[in-house]
């Protein structure tokens, strides 16, 4: 008889510590600036959600002497980043990583294609407390805005 023969496998993870698909209320518990193995700068950006687990997402930032085109598609990934996390544009020339811990967000995390491994596919800043007057429920409905734009009235 296996020591293992008592353990009901099912019971675990392969992810014990991070966030599996699904949707969750996270907040930003650290934020910091490296490079990658293969020499690229980047944003980590870590989301922690109630229950303790958490997930990082990486946005490569964008350097001067990085081909223009990818400049520019490395410094629309970081507009997007800061936006989605409700940060106004007219501070983003002075922040510092740190100042994204403590900012709320709704996230939706899936699976990685080909890969045991899961990533954010979307983020939207949380509204919480008496102040979103049913903006979120508002926020929530994009899917139903027509192609053409606008919403009938």
């Known amino acids: 008889m296996s020591i293992f023969s008592d353990v009901n496998f099912d019971e675990g ?4 510590f991070g966030l599996e698909s699904g949707d969750y209320d996270v907040v930003v518990s650290e934020a910091k600036i490296e490079r990658s193995e293969k020499g690229n700068l980047g944003l980590w950006v870590t989301f922690s959600a109630e229950n303790g687990k958490s997930i990082r997402k990486w946005t490569t930032m964008p350097e001067s002497d990085q081909e223009e085109e990818t400049r520019k598609r490395n410094t629309s990934f970081l507009r997007l980043l800061l936006k989605q996390l409700g940060v106004p544009q007219d501070r983003w020339n002075q922040l510092d990583p740190e100042d994204l811990v403590g900012i709320e967000a709704r996230i939706i995390v899936v699976p990685q294609k080909d890969s045991d491994y899961f990533q954010v ?10 102040h979103s007057d049913g903006l979120q429920e508002f926020m929530s409905k994009s899917d139903d805005v027509p192609a053409g734009g606008g919403l009938g009235f």
């Open 121 to 130: 596919k979307k983020i939207t800043p949380r509204i919480t407390g008496d």
């Open 13 to 16: 993870s392969d992810n014990p």
